[in-house]
């Protein structure tokens, strides 16, 4: 019908045009038509367009769904199962007593290790990749010991089997072993159960001491002089984690004799005490402050116990920057030898320190890095007096045990005149005081040897 609407009117349109030859009217005519041609065109053109967008639509909206998934697919972050924690190796076994004995072996570092039998279930820690702990046994045949380790992040390791055969005559050898792989000896659990403390008349003795021995310094000084006790405690009051429950049970009042001989020492006017228990356990996380394998402190805990004494007197004192620390693997340790185990059979990492400046005395320079002692007792020390002078600054007189070797180094650097008494010489030579005539007069003292006090003036 539009169709024909249009060629009837083209047809007059055509007729007038023959008649009357304006071009305004044809340019009209042509405008119209074009309206509706591009009327015609714009509509389809819209409808192609809508039709277009709702296929690009289409297009755009499928890749955006695929393109979540591989999103939400990358991000999905992969995680890995746990490794497996190295088995532990048995290197061997000593009987300590009737009835107990000691494993010992290596892991994986730092490591927690559940030790199983029939009789009992623990578990303890390894000393780094070392590891050692005591086990009940029964009274006939073997004993199968089970061990598991697990270190950090990682799963439980396969299970590894000891078979350990008792002895009813075998020697009680006077040691055991705390959860942290410490081998200790047992009558230095007295300290922590506190049943080893002073009586009254105990304490009496001890300032009575202490004031014959200070008035007796300076009359023969013919000056003042300053007494000072350096107590160092003994690993498990430093460590009272590693305690076993069996230890723990047996405690009546905890390091009793420590508090009582501080007490005591600290009620006599003049006299500088210094219990080191805080200086070590405030430093206990920044290394090894004692041999797991010896009885004694390492090098590293005994330079942070000579920085507490030098604060303690005012006087100068050195960094740890200014020394070589060394982690070095040792068999020669006390608690080798009283197992029976011997050397070359159970091995700990000790720090061992080395000066960065010249020395000033002889005995940094030559150290042996052991645990026994000072490859027992060390030229300087055994049965004789030993004096360094260095210079300007005050004299000081040296009275110790075998915890005295490892500070020595130290405090030696420290003092113009620094001289020390034999090993385990616990009373003042007078002779010594005239002589160099002491600015301090320093003793030091193990936790596990206090009673030296009662005799010591």
Known sequence: ??????????????????????????????????????????????????????????????PETETETETEEQTTEYIPEPEKTEAPSVKGWTLTEPG??????????????????????????????????????????????????????????????VSVKNDKNADDKGVTVTLGSRVIEKKVLYDQYGTNGFSKSDINTIKDAVRYRM???????????????????????????????????RIVSLNLRMKQATEALESVEGVVVLDLTETLKDNKQNGKLYYKLDSHWTELGAFYGYQAVMKKLGLPYHELTDYKVDHIDIDDTDMNVYSGVGTGEMFESAPFLSALFEEKTPYGKNKENTARIWSFVYEYFSGQTSKTVTGEGPAAMFLFDSY????IPYLSESFGTFLTQPIWRYSVDYSLVSEIRPDYIIELLAERNLDELLSAA
Not at 404 to 407: A, Y
């Open 404 to 407: 005295g070797l490892n500070i």
């Open 100 to 161: 107990k004995a000691m494993v010992y072996g290596e892991c994986e570092d730092n490591s927690t290790l559940v030790i199983s039998s029939e009789l009992e279930e623990y578990t303890a820690h390894s000393d780094g990749r070392y590891f050692a702990f005591c086990v009940s046994l029964y009274e006939k045949g073997g004993t199968d010991i089970n061990i598991r380790a697990c270190a950090d992040g990682k799963t439980e390791s396969d299970t590894v089997s």
């Open 215 to 249: 008035n007796k310094a300076e009359k023969t000084a013919g000056k003042q002089v300053k007494l000072v006790y350096i107590i160092v405690p003994d690993p498990l009051t430093v460590y009272p984690e590693e305690l076993t429950d069996q230890m723990r049970e």
């Open 1 to 62: 019908m539009k169709k024909a609407a249009i060629a009837l009117l083209l047809t007059a349109l055509l007729f007038i045009t023959s008649c009357d030859p304006d071009p305004t009217v044809t340019t009209s005519v042509t405008e119209t038509e074009t309206d509706e041609t591009t009327t015609g065109s714009a509509t389809e053109t819209e409808t192609e367009t809508e039709t277009e967008t709702e296929t690009e639509a289409e297009k755009v909206t499928v």
